[in-house]
């Protein structure tokens, strides 16, 4: 068995901005990364009646200052980071279509194939300094991406 992982991370996020469409409108070249990396291995194995493949999202979150509660600033951590994965997996779901039409709505259906979401809200910082630029906060801010393409 032959197996192939590929990876790429967009960050770029601003405050409050959770919507992957979005900052792949404003950076077209983490756009076209993420599909060669991504997109294009998801429909090759949609394409093939023996492949198969892992995909591992996580959507993570720049450290949150703006409370004194420390419980407070994980759920809004928390919430930041669930957003920008469930976003994430969903446009995922969205390119695929836009390639392979006969894809179904739902990649979790697919034979041979499975997805894992994850949302460690700020539990994996790029840059955690007490005094981030906003560029520091918004490589915090960013989507991971894994897939793994199996074929016999």
């Known amino acids: 068995m032959d197996i192939f992982i590929t990876e790429t991370t967009v960050d770029g996020f601003h405050d409050g901005e959770f919507d992957l469409p979005t900052l792949f409108a404003r950076e077209p070249d983490k756009r076209d990364e993420f599909i060669a990396a991504i997109i294009d291995p998801i429909v090759d194995i949609l394409r093939s009646p023996n492949a198969g493949g892992a995909l591992s999202v996580a959507g993570h979150s720049d450290r949150y200052d703006g409370s004194s509660n420390h419980i407070q600033c994980l759920e809004v951590e928390r919430i930041a980071s ?12 969205e390119l695929v279509k836009q390639i392979e039409p006969s894809a179904p709505d739902d990649l979790i259906t697919l034979r041979f194939f499975d997805y894992h979401l994850r949302a460690p809200g700020a539990g994996s ?12 906060r918004r490589q915090n801010r960013r989507i991971q991406a894994r897939l793994l393409v199996f074929t016999p």
Do not use: F, K, T, Y
């Open 82 to 93: 669930e957003n920008r994965v469930n976003s994430a997996i969903a446009h995922i779901h």
């Open 125 to 136: 910082l790029v840059n955690d300094d007490p005094s981030l630029s906003e560029a520091q």
